[in-house]
């Protein structure tokens, strides 16, 4: 059974830092991008970055510079680290995790900032 498990998610004051956590279990096919995306209140779901199975990463123009994506060694588990938080990153985080059959989304974890 394939499993998203996203934890680092709470409340945090402006300027301050969160650091994101998804582990991946269950998924017997290659991954080959992992990401996480964002969705607030009354908007559509965007993206916030991604990390491909080479390494490479992509990360959206409003988080550049405050954001940083990683994995671990073994290429399951998938970090967002966020510093220099905003008012207007408060979303709910959801991990991302795409193979060459499907998609997996995780349930999501819930970010707020505070000002």
């Known amino acids: 059974q394939v499993q998203l498990v996203e934890s680092g998610g709470g409340l945090v004051q402006a300027g301050g830092s969160l650091r994101l956590s998804c582990a991946a279990s269950g998924i017997i096919v290659s991954i080959s991008v992992m990401g996480w995306y964002r969705q607030a209140p009354g908007k559509q779901r965007e993206l916030v970055a991604t990390?491909?199975?080479?390494?490479?990463?992509n990360t959206a123009d409003s988080v550049k510079g405050r954001f940083t994506i990683s994995r671990d060694n073994a290429k399951t588990t998938v970090y967002l680290q966020m510093n220099s938080l905003k008012p207007e990153d408060t979303a709910v985080y959801y991990c991302?995790?795409?193979?060459?059959?499907?998609?997996?989304w995780g349930r999501g974890t819930q970010v707020t900032v505070s000002s």
């Open positions: 990390i491909t199975s080479g390494g490479n990463t």
């Open positions: 991302n995790v795409r193979t060459i059959l499907v998609d997996y």
